[in-house]
T-cell receptor
Framework: DQQVKQNSPSLSVQEGRISILNCDYTNSMFDYFLWYKKYPAEGPTFLISISSIKDKNEDGRFTVFLNKSAKHLSLHIVPSQPGDSAVYFCAAKGGTGSARQLTFGSGTQLTVLP | ETGVTQTPRHLVMGMTNKKSLKCEQHLGHNAMYWYKQSAKKPLELMFVYNFKEQTENNSVPSRFSPECPNSSHLFLHLHTLQPEDSALYLC????????????FGPGTRLTVT
C-alpha cells in the first residue's frame, strides 16, 4: 500500500507556462515533505521542502503548497523552462514509527516544450 | 570527489555471479542508505546504516548483503540474483538517520541476465 502517491505519471507543459505537479499521502505521521528532481543517468537531487507547520514554501520559480486536511501537496513551477524537464519525486517523512524513513512517490515525468 | 559517488555505473551479471556495488560519500554524513528503483515505481528503501550500524532492513532477500565498514563507505554484495532484480540501485547519505534531506549518488544500473 503506497503511502505517497503521484497519480500523474507524466505532464507536458509549454515553456513559460505554469507546471503543477501533485502528490497525495495517507500517513498522518508525516510531518515533512520534499520534492526531488531526477535527470536521466543521475541520482535524485533535492529541490524544495516544506514542514507540516507551514502551508507554503517558495524558492525562486518553485513553490510547494501543503494542504494537511486533504493530505495533499503540490509543486508549482513558474515560468516553466525546458531545463525543468525531468522526473519529479514527492517524498515524505515523520519522526517515528512507520513514518520515520523517507517514503517516495512513483514520480511524474515533466516535459517542458519549447 | 564531492557528494556521493557510486561504482560501477553499469553492471551486467549472470544469475550465478557474485558482484559488489560501492558507494562513497564525501559529505561527512553518518547515515547511508540503499534504495532500489524499478521502472515506474517509487524508490524502495532497502537498508539503512546509522553510525555504521544497520538500523533498517526492509525485508530484503538475503541475496542482497550490505556492508558498511565506516561512515563514508557502503557496499551492496550481490549473489545469485534473479532477472527481476534488474533495476537502478541508488545510494544516499544524510547527516544522521533522523535528518530529513538525503543526498543521492548517480546510481548503478544493474541488469541480471
Amino acid at each position: 500500500d503506497q503511502q505517497v502517491k503521484q497519480n500523474s505519471p507524466s505532464l507536458s507543459v509549454q515553456e513559460g507556462r505554469i507546471s503543477i505537479l501533485n502528490c497525495d499521502y495517507t500517513n498522518s505521521m508525516f510531518d515533512y515533505f520534499l520534492w526531488y528532481k531526477k535527470y536521466p543517468a543521475e541520482g535524485p537531487t533535492f529541490l524544495i521542502s516544506i514542514s507540516s507547520i507551514k502551508d507554503k514554501n517558495e524558492d525562486g520559480r518553485f513553490t510547494v503548497f501543503l494542504n494537511k486536511s486533504a493530505k495533499h501537496l503540490s509543486l508549482h513551477i513558474v515560468p516553466s523552462q525546458p531545463g525543468d524537464s525531468a522526473v519529479y519525486f514527492c517524498a515524505a517523512k515523520g519522526g517515528t514509527g512507520s513514518a520515520r524513513q523517507l517514503t517516495f512517490g512513483s514520480g511524474t515525468q515533466l516535459t517542458v516544450l519549447p | 570527489e564531492t557528494g556521493v559517488t557510486q561504482t560501477p555505473r553499469h553492471l551486467v551479471m549472470g544469475m550465478t555471479n557474485k558482484k559488489s556495488l560501492k558507494c562513497e560519500q564525501h559529505l561527512g554524513h553518518n547515515a547511508m542508505y540503499w534504495y532500489k528503483q524499478s521502472a515506474k515505481k517509487p524508490l524502495e528503501l532497502m537498508f539503512v546504516y546509522n553510525f555504521k550500524e544497520q538500523t533498517e532492513n526492509n525485508s530484503v532477500p538475503s541475496r542482497f548483503s550490505p556492508e558498511c565498514p565506516n561512515s563514508s563507505h557502503l557496499f551492496l554484495h550481490l549473489h545469485t540474483l534473479q532477472p527481476e532484480d534488474s533495476a537502478l540501485y541508488l545510494c544516499a547519505s544524510s547527516p544522521t538517520e533522523s535528518s530529513y534531506e538525503q543526498y543521492f549518488g548517480p546510481g548503478t544500473r544493474l541488469t541480471v541476465t
